[in-house]
């Protein structure tokens, strides 16, 4: 269980508070916005009413106490970079900033956030891959090259094993799981024949992975 403070109730902000809660952690939402905390006090371990470009209200917070820090501030990009800032001198343990831009990114890393999340483009660009690719059920980015694709396996798969089709040489991807009804079996051996009615988790990079969808 981690400790968790949430510093802007917008869209993404409230997704993040519901989910660490899911997740049985302890999370504090705060927001200068009376009916944004209100809506979502009930949800939340704790909750506060504050403007955090105010540096008395934002040590009030107690950010030392947090392991996670988040900024989720999208239309003030300057409270957004003063808060970052702010939290940092304040000895926050790790500050997650949300940022639209890559400029705005940019200044963020460069003024104390640990890292920088972009939930709108990422969203975009999982729902483009997903969505432009036959055969592409989902679609997790790791890097700027590599990614985790769920897909299906080639038709000539089908039948053989793993270690037959000679996956990661010939093909350069990892097979990291396999999924069938519903059911997900992690690192599947090489003796694993392919079924046709499965899913892969595959992580490829980018070239590796265009290759082999052009084949699906």
């Not at 916005?33 to 506060?48: G, H, I, N």
């Not at 996956?167 to 069938?180: A, D, P, S």
Request: net charge negative; glycine share 6%; with cysteine.
């Amino acid at each position: 269980m981690k400790s968790i403070l949430i510093i802007g109730l917008g869209r993404f902000g409230r997704h993040l508070c519901r989910k660490f809660m899911s997740l049985k952690n302890e999370v504090m939402i705060v927001d200068r916005d009376e009916a944004a905390v209100t809506a979502l006090a009930d949800e939340a371990t704790s909750a506060q009413i504050a403007d955090c470009t105010d540096e008395n209200a934002l040590r009030a917070l107690g950010v030392k106490n947090f392991d996670i820090c988040f900024v989720c501030i999208g239309s003030d990009f300057a409270s957004s970079l003063l808060i970052t800032s702010m939290l940092k001198d304040m000895g926050a343990a790790r500050v997650v900033a949300k940022a639209s831009q890559d400029i705005h990114a940019k200044l963020l890393l460069r003024n104390g956030a640990d890292e920088v999340v972009y939930p709108e483009r990422d969203s975009a660009e999982r729902m483009a891959t997903r969505l432009s690719a036959q055969n592409v059920f989902d679609y997790i980015e790791l890097t700027d090259e590599y990614s985790i694709y769920e897909i299906a396996p080639l038709e000539n798969w089908v039948g053989h094993s793993i270690r037959e089709i000679d996956v990661r040489n010939k093909y350069h991807i990892n097979i990291l799981g396999v999924k069938e009804s519903g059911v997900l079996k992690p690192l599947p051996g090489g003796d694993y024949r392919f079924t046709g009615n499965e899913h892969l988790l595959a992580m490829a990079a980018r070239e590796d992975a265009k290759k082999l969808l052009r084949r699906i």
